[in-house]
């Protein structure tokens, strides 16, 4: 049906009326005509001479336009019936480590060396875009965890906001515990079958103010389901770093990572290749999308380009008709 989303603007009509009655006639200085008994006349008859005002048909196109231009003003717009928006599936909250280890380039992609962050970026880049119909939320964390991105349906934006991460932004060191109370601070408003933390880390809990196992019995009293990933290759001892006893391999621990998802009944997982990950996606298509409360949006078509294109040629009609009047004579 049609409607005007804002009416209350035709409240404005008498407007132009209003402002020739209350504020003072316009005074060039120089009278074209003076009458020295004006004033006399005035007294006489009780009456303040005023400029006569233009015939209706005068007025008739300048009523016009401005009753198109309040038409515009109105927002007139054909609105459809009401269609439901399904607000399906999961509420997903991304908790990805960017301390100083994730720059260690020990993964391959295409057969070339890597960051721990880069593949994180590139292997989870398709995986957002792939959760339609969920919420995707993005929370980064070293030494503090952040919330990058608060669950929208905007995949686009939680994807651009992870490839912008940088290494350090959020301290050296890792916060486990604290990405995980963080994330179930968001979470705990929503369904609770619907909530999901997927844990991106390479090391070990090494800052931040809450116990990792603590954080996540916070999460299981809450519903949150977690999924750890753990980046990294395997331990090596040969090659220059073994023998000089760094095995970057030998930073992430696994057992807290096993204990964090058994105590919140999700998953763990071991990030060496895009398989891995692809193992992880497709397991979180297992989980059930809960039915939330669909949402009602009615279709509206803005129309207010009519009414203003109108008034703009309407405009330019009496502009040509001031400017050129003799011509437009010739021409009726």
Excluded at 154 to 160: N, W
Aim: negative net charge; proline residues 6%.
């Amino acid at each position: 049906m049609f409607e005007f989303a804002w009416p209350w603007v035709f409240l404005l009509a008498p407007l132009p009326w209003l402002l020739r009655l209350l504020l003072p006639a316009a005074d060039s200085g120089d009278a074209a005509l003076r009458v020295s008994f004006l004033d006399e006349l005035q007294a006489l008859s009780g009456r303040r001479a005023r400029a006569a005002l233009p015939s209706w048909r005068q007025q008739a196109p300048l009523v016009l336009l401005w009753c198109l231009l309040l038409c515009a003003a109105a927002r007139p717009q054909w609105v459809g019936e009401p269609l439901p928006l399904p607000a399906s599936g999961r509420d997903l909250l991304l908790a990805v480590d960017v301390s100083g280890s994730m720059d260690y380039a020990d993964m391959q992609w295409d057969d070339e060396p890597i960051s721990r962050l880069e593949l994180v970026k590139r292997l989870l880049g398709d995986f957002i875009d792939g959760r339609r119909g969920d919420r995707v939320g993005l929370i980064l964390f070293g030494s503090q965890a952040y919330l990058q991105a608060p669950l929208t349906f905007d995949r686009t934006t939680v994807r651009t906001w992870l490839e912008e991460s940088l290494i350090g932004i959020a301290g050296k060191n890792t916060a486990i515990g604290d990405a995980i109370g963080l994330a179930v601070k968001r979470l705990r408003q929503r369904p609770a079958q619907s909530r999901v933390l997927v844990l991106i880390t390479d090391g070990a809990n090494n800052g931040g103010s809450i116990e990792p196992l603590v954080a996540a019995q916070l999460a299981a009293d809450e519903g949150v389901r977690i999924y750890a990933i753990g980046i990294g290759a395997d331990p090596q001892q040969d090659g220059l770093a073994g023998a000089l006893g760094f095995n970057s391999g030998l930073e992430l621990d696994e057992p807290t990572l096993h204990a964090i998802v058994d105590a919140t009944g999700g998953e763990y997982f071991r990030a060496r290749s895009q398989a891995e990950l692809e193992q992880i996606e497709l397991s979180l298509d297992r989980l059930e999308p809960v039915a939330q409360q669909p949402t009602l949006a009615r279709p509206a078509l803005a129309l207010y380009a009519w009414p203003l294109a109108l008034a703009l040629l309407g405009s330019l009609l009496l502009v040509g008709q001031v400017l050129w009047p003799d011509q437009l004579r010739r021409r009726a």
